[in-house]
């Protein structure tokens, strides 16, 4: 499949190399297309890799990850196009964290919104799945860093899209029991603002490589 990754943080980079060793097809789109990190993972990846402007890279892909500061998403995706969204899956990895008043963050949208949501306003033709915002970029990608059995969460209006998510999520090692819908977008509300208690327990714990488990 050819994957778009939009954006070239940590979150984008870990996510874009997984696809690329799962024998994906990927672009890293960033603002400009000569972007040193963009330019340099496409040169050291393995498989098929390319990097190009967000319009670019969206423009060839089947598939989108939104992997972008989430304060800069609508934006972000504005100028990857409207018209190179239409129709596709968009994996929604992004939370709109607001550091304007230091640490620990706040939200620049939570309770009666969400990013996710703003997304899928924005772009009403493209399939918005809200998925591993809430899972640090190396766990996202292998879970059992972890320690065990742990659960993540998909939320979106259209349920052929969730499952497409599901299996790039299976290629990633999260079994189908551990993959818990949500339902529709409006989820994200949720999702979003588990990552004010991630943040405290990152804190806490002294690691990143946690998740929760929902125990039934």
Same mark, same amino acid.
């Given at each position: 499949?050819?994957?778009?990754v939009?954006?070239?943080?940590?979150?984008?980079?870990?996510? @874009?190399?997984?696809?690329?060793?799962?024998?994906?097809?990927?672009?890293?789109?960033?603002?400009?297309?000569?972007?040193?990190? @963009?330019?340099?993972?496409?040169?050291?990846?393995?498989?098929?890799?390319?990097?190009?402007?967000?319009?670019?890279?969206?423009?060839?892909?089947?598939?989108?990850?939104n992997?972008?500061?989430?304060?800069?998403s609508?934006?972000?995706?504005?100028?990857?196009?409207?018209?190179?969204?239409?129709?596709?899956?968009?994996?929604?990895?992004?939370?709109?964290?607001?550091?304007?008043?230091?640490?620990?963050?706040?939200?620049?949208?939570?309770?009666?919104?969400?990013?996710?949501?703003?997304?899928?306003? @924005?772009?009403p033709?493209?399939?918005?799945?809200?998925?591993?915002?809430?899972?640090?970029?190396?766990?996202?990608?292998?879970?059992?860093?972890?320690?065990?059995?742990?659960d993540?969460?998909?939320c979106?209006?259209?349920?052929?899209?969730?499952?497409?998510?599901?299996?790039l999520?299976?290629?990633?090692?999260?079994?189908?029991?551990?993959?818990?819908?949500?339902?529709?977008?409006?989820?994200?509300?949720?999702?979003?603002?588990?990552?004010?208690?991630?943040?405290?327990?990152?804190?806490?714990?002294?690691?990143?490589?946690?998740?929760?488990?929902?125990?039934?």
């Amino acid at each position: 499949m050819k994957v778009a990754v939009l954006g070239t943080g940590m979150v984008g980079r870990t996510l @874009a190399d997984a696809l690329a060793r799962l024998g994906h097809e990927v672009a890293m789109g960033s603002r400009s297309r000569d972007n040193e990190v @963009a330019t340099r993972w496409a040169a050291e990846s393995v498989g098929r890799a390319s990097h190009g402007t967000f319009r670019e890279a969206a423009a060839e892909a089947e598939l989108v990850f939104n992997c972008t500061a989430g304060a800069a998403s609508l934006d972000a995706l504005s100028a990857a196009g409207a018209e190179n969204l239409a129709g596709k899956v968009l994996v929604d990895v992004a939370n709109p964290l607001d550091f304007s008043q230091g640490m620990p963050p706040s939200l620049t949208v939570s309770v009666t919104d969400s990013l996710g949501e703003q997304i899928q306003r @924005a772009f009403p033709e493209t399939r918005v799945v809200k998925a591993l915002n809430t899972i640090n970029r190396l766990v996202m990608v292998d879970p059992s860093r972890a320690g065990g059995n742990s659960d993540v969460f998909v939320c979106g209006d259209d349920d052929h899209a969730k499952d497409q998510v599901r299996e790039l999520l299976r290629g990633f090692g999260w079994p189908d029991e551990s993959v818990v819908d949500l339902g529709d977008i409006s989820a994200a509300r949720g999702t979003e603002g588990y990552l004010l208690l991630w943040l405290r327990l990152m804190g806490a714990l002294g690691t990143a490589d946690f998740n929760i488990k929902v125990v039934r």
